[in-house]
């Protein structure tokens, strides 16, 4: 007599469950997992004040670097310029970091030597770790011309420093020289653009003030491209500058300050744009493409 499918099925499920040995449930607890941390509400601020923490803490770490800088004066440039090649080199690795603040310096030299050729008193080079350098002037120049040349003074050093690292670069075939001289060429093109307090406003203002707005424009564009805190700070300090240039614009002294010949405004307007032509073309040579 033939079973049914069923019976068949049945039967072997019974097999099956007789030989198949029963699994002793574990005797340890079951893993629990730990409390998750929430993803950040804003993660690019990580990436926004990235430097500025790496320079607040490296200067709470060395608090005696600070006494040198602000209480000996004649250890300031020296002093800065410790602090920005410890701060550089946890970043980029202390050659490179050497070579970018060496740039720096040639770039401040440049404003430094055509004031004093001009006889106007200056402060000693302060560097800013991730911000650059700057050298104070304790007076104006005498018009917005000689203004033109002092600003001027620093990218075309700085640009034929850079350009010596590049000849330097190709003799010995050393990529780290390359991008050294890259980043230079680049230092000193950004400071072109037309806006105070970059070199480039200050030497446009012997051409027209409307280029001031062109450099507004720019500055927001690019730190609405790529933020962080040093062209947020630039860009607060520019936009304070040209409203306070705003308002003074109808005042005799300013009238006259700006007042100025035009082969004066022909030549700086030839050396402004030709300067930021040839940074751009050294750029172009000097960049490393990199193999993924």
Known sequence: MRSSGTDSAQSYDEFV?????????????????????????????????APLVVVGAFLAKFKFILFAVFKLKIFATPATMLVSIAAYALLWGWKFAIGFVLLILVHELGHALEAKRQGIPISAPLFIPFVGALIAMKQLPNDVWREAKVALAGPILGSLGAAAVWALAVYTDSDLLRALAFTGFFLNLFNLVPIVPLDGGRAVAALHPAFWIVGLAMLTALTFLAPNPILILILVLAALDFWNRWRQRGEPEYSEYYTIAPWQRVAVAVTYFGLAAALGVAMSASHIERSV
């Open 17 to 49: 469950s007789q030989i198949t040995p029963e699994r002793d449930a574990p005797d340890y607890p079951p893993y629990e997992l730990g409390p998750v941390r929430p993803e950040p509400r804003f993660p690019f601020l990580r990436k926004l004040f």
